[in-house]
């Protein structure tokens, strides 16, 4: 084996660890692409992108203009070699008031008992918290912050989460939510909420 075979052999094992690191398109991805591909329309962040592939998504099939942000920089590399720009962020953190158009959010949801959680990159893109709404809960408290006064906010939720108790969360925060669309499996349902602020 040459050295160059040596290099090439370590750059894919380099690329498939990140992959492994990184949250890959899912049906929740799906669910939440097509509701985006619905709804999204000016200037468009996808937070938690993982992949980058709802934001491309977003990006190629309409006109709004798509940013992406995660705290996973192998996540932020994935969504710029889709050619989507992506910040490194916590939630909407670094976005200035009143600049954004559209939100569309995939939190991790799945509820997690404390002493299992295995605390690496994919754990953070998965796991909720014991209710399954410890990330969901300060998104909607700080999204409305970044919004236009017409802005809209997709946020995909699973039935694991208790749906209503983030609508009622949403509610007490000053939105109207709608359900945009809704899928079944057999261990729970997803569904994608549209929220506006209710001037």
Same mark, same amino acid.
């Given at each position: 084996?040459?050295?160059?075979?040596?290099? $090439?052999?370590?750059?894919?094992?380099?690329?498939?660890?990140?992959?492994?690191?990184?949250?890959? !398109?899912?049906?929740? *991805?799906?669910?939440?692409?097509?509701?985006?591909?619905?709804?999204?329309?000016?200037?468009?962040?996808?937070?938690? $992108?993982?992949?980058?592939?709802?934001?491309?998504?977003?990006?190629?099939?309409?006109?709004?203009?798509?940013?992406?942000?995660?705290?996973?920089?192998?996540?932020?590399?994935?969504?710029?070699?889709?050619?989507? !720009?992506?910040?490194?962020?916590?939630?909407?953190?670094?976005?200035?008031?009143? *600049?954004?158009? $559209?939100?569309?959010?995939?939190?991790?949801?799945?509820?997690?008992?404390?002493?299992?959680?295995?605390?690496?990159?994919?754990?953070?893109?998965?796991?909720?918290?014991?209710?399954?709404?410890?990330?969901?809960? !300060?998104?909607?408290? @700080?999204?409305?912050?970044?919004?236009?006064?017409?802005?809209?906010?997709?946020?995909?939720? *699973? *039935?694991?989460?208790?749906?209503? $108790?983030?609508?009622?969360?949403?509610?007490?925060?000053?939105?109207?939510?709608?359900?945009?669309?809704?899928?079944?499996? !057999?261990?729970? @349902?997803?569904?994608?909420?549209?929220?506006?602020?209710?001037?």
């Amino acid at each position: 084996m040459t050295d160059d075979d040596a290099d $090439t052999l370590a750059a894919l094992a380099d690329r498939r660890g990140a992959e492994r690191a990184v949250y890959q !398109p899912a049906e929740d *991805s799906r669910l939440l692409a097509e509701a985006a591909v619905d709804h999204a329309r000016g200037r468009t962040l996808e937070v938690g $992108t993982g992949s980058g592939w709802v934001a491309e998504r977003i990006a190629t099939e309409t006109t709004a203009t798509v940013v992406a942000s995660d705290p996973n920089p192998a996540a932020c590399q994935e969504a710029r070699d889709r050619e989507v !720009p992506a910040v490194r962020a916590d939630l909407v953190a670094p976005f200035r008031a009143n *600049s954004l158009d $559209t939100v569309a959010f995939n939190p991790p949801y799945l509820p997690t008992d404390p002493d299992n959680e295995w605390d690496d990159w994919m754990e953070r893109a998965l796991s909720g918290g014991e209710s399954g709404r410890a990330v969901i809960d !300060p998104f909607v408290d @700080t999204v409305g912050r970044v919004l236009r006064p017409d802005g809209v906010v997709l946020l995909l939720v *699973s *039935s694991l989460t208790g749906f209503e $108790t983030v609508v009622d969360h949403a509610e007490r925060n000053g939105f109207a939510a709608t359900t945009v669309c809704q899928e079944s499996y !057999p261990f729970e @349902t997803l569904s994608v909420l549209r929220l506006t602020l209710d001037n």
